[in-house]
């Protein structure tokens, strides 16, 4: 099946007991046993839910992977993972992440010993020099947020093998639709499910999808034993959401097509960041590993912090809230919201200034969403 039929049948069945085609919600904390240890495949609502298993098994065919497994956030599922990894080991991550990744593994550096690397693996060049010392992770996003570069997921998986780490991918801005990383030589795949998986901004939820049996055995006992799993009813919100996500994701791309020609040709507009705008080598690495460039625009605005505020307040059809892969267009300020617990000096380092705004572009009439930003940097 292609990849928008398997959306809404792969693993999926209809109901056995009733014919009904959307699955049922199990609400049950606990199942019966015939005797100690006799199950239908279910015991206690932490360890497994037959609703989160249609879940589980939805994403893992998605991404092309062996096993998936959901969380009740995109951190939840990070802190998971982290759990996996022994105190002193080496990570090397990408530069530019989200905020609160890098909190997460600041804390486990001072916590528990973890040695964290942040470089901008994005240049091959310098993921080669970072990857001649031994990782036991090596963890990016691509595209990156909020600054959208992109990373040769082949190239860093061979990197990331021969330095016997495993390579994660946050594949939230992308998704499955557009870029399956397990696909071009990734271990791992991350997800905040609140994002585009879900939707419709009504749903928290994270997930792990493993390209290793060995992998995929350790992480389940610890999403078990760390026990940060999601509800059935949010399970079931994320597989109604995945449903059309496809769809979604081609009328996001077109909205951000409006948008890239507004601000592309602005004055007030000092830099735009968009999957393979910069760079002819990023426009062949979207040609080889993707199937789009997604809904984010991320713009630096002439003017730094005070001129960003001043568009932020004039936009109309965009909310100022924090998240993102929505139905509706959300903006970001990522200096003082999403990022505001790195350290100045090093979110300006790499690039993430006060002038900087971040635009999730919904599914509304792309013609509104244009000149909506339009309109927001006239008072710029």
Same mark, same amino acid.
């Given at each position: 099946?292609?990849?928008?039929?398997?959306?809404? *049948?792969?693993?999926?069945?209809?109901?056995?007991?009733?014919?009904?085609?959307?699955?049922?919600?199990? /609400?049950?904390?606990?199942?019966?046993?015939?005797?100690?240890?006799?199950?239908?495949?279910?015991?206690?609502?932490?360890?497994?839910?037959?609703?989160?298993?249609?879940?589980?098994?939805?994403?893992?065919?998605?991404?092309?992977?062996?096993?998936? /497994?959901?969380? #009740?956030?995109?951190?939840?599922?990070?802190?998971?993972?982290?759990?996996?990894?022994?105190?002193?080991?080496?990570?090397?991550?990408?530069?530019?992440?989200?905020?609160?990744?890098?909190?997460?593994?600041?804390?486990?550096?001072?916590?528990?010993?973890?040695?964290?690397?942040?470089? +901008?693996?994005?240049?091959?060049?310098?993921?080669?020099?970072?990857?001649?010392?031994?990782?036991?992770?090596?963890?990016?996003?691509?595209?990156?947020?909020?600054?959208?570069?992109?990373?040769?997921?082949?190239?860093?998986?061979?990197?990331?093998?021969?330095?016997?780490?495993?390579?994660?991918?946050?594949?939230?801005?992308?998704?499955?639709?557009?870029?399956?990383?397990?696909?071009?030589?990734?271990?791992?795949?991350?997800?905040?499910?609140?994002?585009?998986?879900?939707?419709?901004?009504?749903?928290?939820?994270?997930?792990?999808?493993?390209?290793?049996? +060995?992998?995929?055995?350790?992480?389940?006992?610890?999403?078990?034993?760390?026990?940060?799993?999601?509800?059935?009813?949010?399970?079931?919100?994320?597989?109604?959401?995945?449903?059309?996500?496809?769809?979604?994701?081609?009328?996001?791309?077109?909205?951000?097509?409006?948008? /890239?020609?507004?601000?592309?040709?602005?004055?007030?507009?000092?830099?735009?960041?968009?999957?393979?705008?910069?760079?002819?080598?990023?426009?062949?690495?979207?040609?080889?590993?993707?199937?789009?460039?997604?809904?984010?625009?991320?713009?630096?605005? @002439?003017?730094?912090?005070?001129?960003?505020?001043?568009?932020?307040?004039?936009?109309?059809?965009?909310?100022? @809230?924090? #998240?993102?892969?929505?139905?509706?267009?959300?903006?970001? *300020?990522?200096?003082?919201?999403? *990022?505001?617990?790195?350290?100045?000096?090093?979110?300006?380092?790499?690039?993430?200034?006060?002038?900087?705004?971040? /635009?999730?572009?919904?599914?509304?009439?792309?013609?509104?969403?244009?000149?909506?930003?339009?309109?927001?940097?006239?008072?710029?």
């Amino acid at each position: 099946m292609r990849f928008d039929t398997r959306l809404i *049948h792969a693993q999926q069945p209809a109901d056995p007991a009733t014919g009904a085609v959307v699955p049922p919600i199990h /609400l049950a904390t606990t199942f019966r046993q015939s005797a100690p240890n006799r199950t239908k495949g279910f015991v206690y609502g932490r360890s497994g839910n037959p609703t989160r298993a249609i879940l589980e098994a939805t994403l893992a065919d998605l991404e092309s992977g062996r096993r998936g /497994l959901a969380f #009740s956030s995109g951190l939840g599922a990070l802190t998971t993972l982290l759990e996996s990894v022994p105190g002193g080991r080496r990570i090397v991550a990408i530069d530019d992440l989200y905020g609160g990744t890098r909190r997460l593994f600041e804390h486990h550096r001072a916590q528990f010993g973890l040695s964290v690397d942040y470089r +901008d693996l994005s240049d091959l060049a310098e993921a080669r020099a970072a990857l001649a010392t031994p990782a036991h992770l090596v963890y990016v996003e691509s595209p990156t947020n909020p600054l959208l570069k992109l990373v040769d997921l082949r190239a860093l998986a061979g990197l990331a093998h021969r330095a016997g780490a495993r390579l994660v991918v946050d594949n939230t801005f992308a998704t499955p639709a557009l870029q399956r990383p397990l696909e071009h030589g990734a271990d791992i795949v991350l997800h905040s499910m609140t994002k585009y998986l879900g939707g419709h901004s009504d749903v928290v939820g994270g997930a792990l999808v493993l390209g290793r049996d +060995d992998d995929a055995e350790r992480l389940a006992w610890l999403q078990n034993a760390v026990g940060a799993v999601p509800s059935p009813f949010d399970c079931f919100l994320v597989l109604r959401g995945l449903h059309t996500l496809g769809v979604r994701m081609r009328a996001h791309q077109e909205s951000a097509a409006a948008v /890239l020609e507004v601000v592309g040709r602005s004055r007030k507009v000092r830099a735009v960041h968009y999957p393979g705008r910069a760079r002819a080598s990023d426009r062949a690495l979207v040609r080889r590993q993707m199937a789009g460039r997604g809904g984010i625009v991320s713009v630096e605005v @002439a003017g730094g912090g005070r001129a960003a505020r001043r568009f932020l307040a004039r936009l109309r059809v965009f909310t100022l @809230a924090e #998240s993102l892969g929505a139905v509706e267009s959300l903006v970001d *300020h990522p200096a003082s919201m999403t *990022h505001a617990s790195v350290p100045r000096a090093v979110r300006q380092a790499h690039g993430v200034t006060d002038g900087l705004v971040r /635009l999730s572009c919904g599914i509304e009439d792309p013609a509104d969403l244009a000149e909506d930003v339009a309109h927001a940097l006239r008072a710029v």
